[in-house]
């Protein structure tokens, strides 16, 4: 049984989304709290097992590379300052290797995770996107690396979105069910309004065979006129079996402003040090919104 050790992080897009803010600053780098939410993905890779990760960055994404550099300045300053506790949370994880890459055209996601083939070469395994953090009590990607071990098989993470939300997403066309995993008829990239073919949505994490890459191979153009991971799964379907897994966990959508705003404020209510005073002030503006409502 070959190990799942290996995990592609795309990080390469322009961060549309959110400008003005991510006009000089990668949107990976903005925080949910306290912490970047790329953190939170590699924190979910190491707590799964793998040991290597490559980042596939562009233009404009140094600060990723900083950020998980070692700052010795930084260090001798917190010991000398004696504050541990914050030197604890800037230290680089000792149980993973990060490696980088650039995408020097943004051609869409597929090709972002072709820009990495080499670093993969003959061996299965995981992608995950930052603009999805998922909360669960076993890692995410770990559920999927658990059903690869079961079936030897290319797995996506899938959960149902609402049906009106279904052109956002990569959705499948499921087959059979057994226990929360799915054989997949097709795959298809943000169907057109009214047409999908059902609402499991694709949500960011894959493990995914070799053999991927002589589809991505090709750098078809599809949805959105960019190389799409998805048309190159839908091809890798027919050739040899990619399963769909629904995972449990809350998913979090740090990829839009809504789905931020929400996450930073969940984040905050988990926080020992923040609960109560953040609590005491949603009490405090939900109650303005509802007497200015009358
Ligand atoms: C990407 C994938 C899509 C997936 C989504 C999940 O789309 O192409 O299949 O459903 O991530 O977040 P993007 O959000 O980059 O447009």
Redesign the pocket.
Known sequence: MTKIKKAIIPAA?LGTRFLPATKAMPKEMLPIVDRPTIEYIVEEAVNSGIEDIIIVTGKGKRAIEDHFDYSLELEENLVKKEKFDLLDKIKKSANVEIHYIRQKQPKG?GHAIWCARKFIGNEPFAVL?G??IVKSEKPCLRQLIDQFEETNSSIIGVQRVPDEDTH???IIDPLEKSDRRYQVKNFV??PEKGTAPSNL????RYILTPEIFDFLDKQQIGAGGEV???DAIEQLNQFQRVFAYEFTGKRY?V?EKLGFIQTTIEFGLNREDLRGPLEDYLKEITKNINQSKV
Do not use: F, N, P
Request: proline share 0%; charged share 30%.
């Open positions: 897009g996601l996107l603009d999805d956002r997403y990569g990239e943000k949505a694709i949500i960011g799409q991971l998805t959508d990829g």
